[in-house]
């Protein structure tokens, strides 16, 4: 009996072996043993029906499916690995992958997809590796990765991706490396990176940034490594950089010419820095980056002189490995940076200009028109550049293909009509502190490409709309440090995709009606460092999608309510600075469903009403409060989101008044500085080490007050499960 069983099960398996054997496609080869399937190069233009149900590994590459329609994997709910590279794939269909709940790595590498749709991507939720290289992607819609959760690695090389809104990535939680080298990126938003919580590499290489995204990258907290190279990017402002756990930077092949001081003060854990190949003549001691080990400069024209003493003496003082040799003077050249002493660099003579330190003359770019005299230009990035030559007029001939232009401080006073011919290509011009009084009706026509236009540190107190004329991709606008005293009222009408207006540090004052007609898509208005003391209720009325609005450092007596009213997305308000002595009931109302971030830092505060807040919760990200003259804060037990508080230098009185801040102060555990002014036996006390409190009604209720202040602090957990919540204790308060 046990010997027919045994036949029986044998007979029955080889049945099944062979039954699986018959299901496999004619132009397929299947592996039933390892559950594989492939089907190469072929000439399927549909998904075989009859691949085995139980197949795990499926490989249908250089076949010609074109669209991969809804439910085209349901018959195989096993797979674990899909391979669909060269399979001239345009579309995906929305449910195109339902039923492959099992599957971790999808290759869809060199196919011709254009858009990812919102559910194009929908049922893969054990998927941890998505190979989209190689597609011609220009468009992610929202939500597109919305059910990938388990996504580790997300790679989108060699697209066609521009910009980058905010949010594009929500969904992957879980996601380490996202890799959009080699398209031409040259804007992200904000909040483009703000949905990766766990990502710890992500690669910009190759793309068309113009600028380091600062903004963007803070929002990727766990970030260790960061590729930036091959970007048109010239300069490193200050502060730059803020990824407090970055350790890998790569800024190489790049267009630097300068680096500020403090620009990775805060990215502490820097460890290695990668500049090579760009424009540094020199770079000036890096504050804030003690921990850098490892600095990388080969390439660059690098200028031994004394001026590179203070760096040369940081490299040595901090025993950072630095890479690179000296370009001038002559009889240093090709020595080592680490083998200088400090006798040979000297300065016997005035320095020559920037571009003569560079020992060999800078190509021309070949077929494509003649570099001015005086000014260089580089074929491989399409850069020219005739920085501080002294140069009166704006020069000509430059090379057709040229996208960055750099002719900051020159002395041109005006820039007059059809001041850039044949540069149908360029994105960005750099205008600044040139003593420009003027710009001229047509200065931009035939700019058809610019997206970005420095004009900071000139004399420019006015524009007319028709000085934009021909350059209605503009979208990054810079005016800071001009001679404006108002908003030049009408100019932006030619200007449909401005999303960046700069114009801080001038003496604007007021904002009225109609300064800002034809901005309809400005989404980041900067006017710090003006002299604004009135903003009318209908002057920022045609910002209807503004995310951004800077006003700190004006002349401001109380918050502009009613200029606010309309402007449905605003995330981030400066007030900081202006002289607001009062905040009044329900003041940032009209704001209170979009705004994050709010600055009323250094103001002079002296109260803040019980309503103040009113309509303000979990938005909230950020609260700067510090250095005003309050003595105690209203009821913001709704603001549950936190992520920063900032109450330094605020002589808080620390009676029992002050018992319910105390106790929100341990429930949020942050770092918030709240340091007591009063009575004089606390004053100087951090609030929540004060022991005036301890004699305060309800103190041994809770955990606050049943535990010593440093306890309290640390097990903020046992807080939340506590039957008096601090929350509690400061509704009672107000009452």
């Known amino acids: 009996m046990r010997l027919s069983w045994g036949l029986l099960l044998l007979l029955a398996a080889l049945a099944l072996e062979w039954m699986a054997a018959a299901r496999c496609p004619a132009p397929c080869v299947c592996d039933n043993l390892h559950a594989h399937v492939l089907c190469l190069n072929g000439s399927l233009t549909t998904i075989p029906t009859t691949i085995p149900q139980l197949t795990k590994k499926l490989n249908l590459r250089g076949n010609s499916f074109m669209v991969i329609p809804a439910g085209a994997f349901l018959a195989t709910p096993y797979l674990t690995h899909l391979d669909l590279q060269r399979c001239k794939v345009e579309r995906l269909e929305e449910g195109a992958f339902r039923g492959l709940g099992r599957l971790v790595y999808l290759n869809l590498a060199s196919n011709g997809i254009a858009v990812l749709y919102q559910e194009s991507l929908d049922g893969l939720s054990s998927l941890q590796q998505l190979i989209l290289e190689g597609n011609r992607i220009e468009e992610i819609q929202p939500g597109a990765f919305g059910h990938l959760g388990s996504l580790i690695v997300l790679d989108l090389r060699a697209n066609a991706l521009v910009y980058l809104p905010d949010m594009v990535f929500q969904g992957l939680q879980v996601l380490r490396w996202l890799r959009l080298s080699h398209n031409t990126l040259h804007v992200l938003g904000s909040e483009a990176f703000a949905a990766l919580p766990a990502l710890r590499r992500l690669s910009l290489d190759h793309n068309e940034l113009q600028a380091l995204p600062g903004e963007a990258l803070a929002r990727l907290d766990g970030a260790t490594w960061l590729d930036l190279g091959h970007n048109p990017i010239t300069y490193v402002a200050e502060e730059a950089l803020a990824m407090a756990s970055l350790q890998h930077l790569f800024l190489d092949h790049a267009s630097l010419q300068d680096v500020a001081p403090d620009a990775f003060a805060r990215s502490p854990q820097l460890r290695t820095l990668d500049l090579r190949e760009n ?114 007029e704006i020069p000509r001939g430059f090379p057709r293909d040229t996208r960055l232009l750099d002719l900051r401080r020159n002395a041109f006073g005006t820039v007059p009509p059809g001041a850039f011919p044949g540069l149908k290509e360029l994105v960005s011009l750099h205008l600044q502190s040139c003593g420009i009084e003027a710009l001229r009706p047509g200065a931009l026509r035939g700019l058809q490409s610019l997206v970005y236009l420095y004009l900071a540190n000139n004399r420019l107190s006015t524009l007319v709309a028709t000085a934009f004329e021909g350059a209605p991709r503009l979208a990054y606008l810079d005016l800071d440090h001009n001679a404006f005293t108002s908003l030049p ?175 929100w102060i341990d429930k949020l555990n942050l770092r918030v500085g709240a340091t007591c002014g009063s009575p004089a036996e606390a004053q100087g006390l951090k609030v929540k080490f004060s022991t005036t409190f301890q004699t305060c009604p309800g103190w041994g209720q809770g955990k606050a007050g049943g535990a010593s202040p440093d306890k309290a602090a640390s097990k903020p957990s046992k807080k939340k499960r506590s039957g008096k919540s601090p929350a509690r204790g400061f509704k009672k308060s107000r009452a």
């Open 279 to 392: 424009q540094l003549q020199g770079l000036p001691p890096l504050a804030g980056a003690g921990g850098l080990v490892r600095l990388s400069l080969a390439g660059n024209p690098l200028l031994c002189s004394c001026l590179l003493h203070p760096f040369r003496d940081w490299l040595a003082r901090s025993r950072v490995q630095a890479e690179g040799a000296c370009a001038a003077p002559p009889a240093l050249r090709g020595r080592p940076l680490d083998s200088l002493r400090p006798p040979e660099m000297r300065c016997g003579r005035p320095q020559p200009p920037p571009s003569s330190a560079v020992p060999l003359e800078q190509p021309r770019a070949a077929g494509s028109g003649q570099c001015p005299q005086g000014c260089t230009c580089s074929p491989e990035f399409h850069h020219g550049s005739c920085e501080n030559r002294d140069l009166q």
């Open 489 to 663: 009222a009408g100019a932006f009408q030619l200007l449909p995709n401005l999303i960046s207006l700069r114009l801080q540090h001038n003496a604007i004052g007021e904002l009225a009606e109609g300064d800002l007609t034809g901005a309809g898509g400005l989404r980041w208005l900067y006017l710090a460092g003006n002299a604004i003391g009135h903003i009318a209720p209908a002057a920022l009325a045609p910002t209807k999608v503004l995310e951004k609005l800077h006003l700190e450092g004006n002349h401001l007596v109380e918050v502009p309510t009613a200029a606010l009213r309309g402007l449905p997305t605003l995330s981030e308000l400066k007030l900081s600075q202006n002289p607001i002595k009062q905040l009044g009931d329900g003041v940032f109302l009209p704001v209170a469903s979009s705004l994050q971030h709010l600055y009323l830092d250094n103001m002079g505060l002296e109260q803040i009403s019980a309503g103040a807040f009113a309509g303000l919760g979990p938005k909230i990200r950020s609260l700067y409060l510090e250095s005003n003259k309050m003595s105690n804060i209203p009821d913001m037990r709704n603001f549950t989101g936190l992520e920063i508080l900032n109450l330094r230098n605020v002589p808080f009185h620390c009676d029992c008044q002050l018992l319910p801040l105390r106790r």
